[in-house]
Structure formats: C-alpha cells, structure tokens
C-alpha cells in the first residue's frame, strides 16, 4: 500500500533549506533573509524580524536546495523572467512562465521516492525572491508523517 499524500508547507526560513553561498547576508553576495514586517533600511545585523520571511538574492549562481521523499513540489517568491534556473533530480525542467504571480518552479506526479529541487540564479543582478515551498509527502501506513525523514535532509 502506497502512503497516502500530505502537503506541507516550509517558509523560507526552514532549516532544511540549503542556501548556496549562505543563507543570510548581503543580497549581492548571497542569499539575504528580510520580513514583511521589518523594513531593509533598519536592519541591522542579528536582529529579529517580524511577519513573513522571504530569502532575496542578486547573485548569479547562488542557489537554494530541497530535498525531499514524496511526489510533488511548489516554490513560491517572484523574479524577472528568464533569471533562474530549475532543475529536479539533475535534470532541467522548465520554470513557471510568469513567476511575478508567485510561483517559481513546480513538479507534480512525480514518482513517491527521494527528490532535489535546485533552484539557481543566472542572470544578476535582477533579484529573486523566495517566500517558501509546499511539498506533498506521505503519510504511511503506521499512520504516521514523513516529517522526520525532511529533518534529517
């Protein structure tokens, strides 16, 4: 019996998310985390912001990473067209074509098994903006979540 599927939803400040060439800093060096209730020209450095995080970069080939055990993946932010690439399981695949509505990148249908998402950005310094990502899960037959095994990735 396959797991039945469970969407769960991971903000861009999950700590499984690997952020390529770091997680937190300058946006035209890496990847910048700011909030919908902190405004970027107070902030300072360790402080803590308030509402929705969003991780933001102008740097061509900075890149976020998600891996995963289930059949199916949302990434939400905005960007230009054509300043990112997708890739799942090393392979390309095409992006959303107007991520200005908010979604990046998705596959669905997938096989239930171990997945990467890499989402990489190609043309600076236009900015990428990721919010978070919904993934469809499995919840087996002891009833219980795959949850454990995103914790570990």
């Known amino acids: 019996m396959s797991p ?3 969407n769960v939803t991971l903000s861009s400040q999950c700590a499984t998310i690997k952020y390529l060439p770091f ?3 300058p946006m035209s060096t890496g990847w910048n985390v700011s909030y919908s209730g ?7 450095h360790q402080s803590f912001g308030s509402g929705t995080s969003v991780h933001r970069t102008t740097l061509a080939g900075a890149t976020l ?3 995963w055990l289930g059949t199916a993946i949302y990434l939400y932010g ?7 690439t997708y890739t799942l399981d090393g392979v390309p ?10 979604l990046l990148a998705s596959s669905i249908n997938l096989p239930y098994g171990d997945h990467t998402a ?3 950005v190609v043309n600076g310094p236009q900015e990428v903006a990721f919010q978070g990502a919904v993934l469809t899960v499995g919840v087996g037959n002891g009833g ?10």
């Not at 905005?78 to 990112?84: G, K, L, R």
């Not at 695949?93 to 908010?102: D, K, L, M, W």
């Not at 795959?146 to 570990?152: A, C, E, H, T």
């Open 38 to 44: 902190t405004v970027d020209s107070t902030w300072q």
């Open 78 to 84: 905005t960007s230009p067209s054509n300043s990112y």
């Open 93 to 102: 695949t095409p992006a959303a074509s107007n991520s200005v509505e908010g």
């Open 23 to 25: 997680r937190d800093g």
């Open 118 to 120: 890499v989402l990489t």
């Open 4 to 6: 039945a599927p469970f």
């Open 65 to 67: 990473q998600i891996d």
């Open 144 to 153: 219980y979540l795959n949850l454990f095994y995103l914790s570990l990735n």
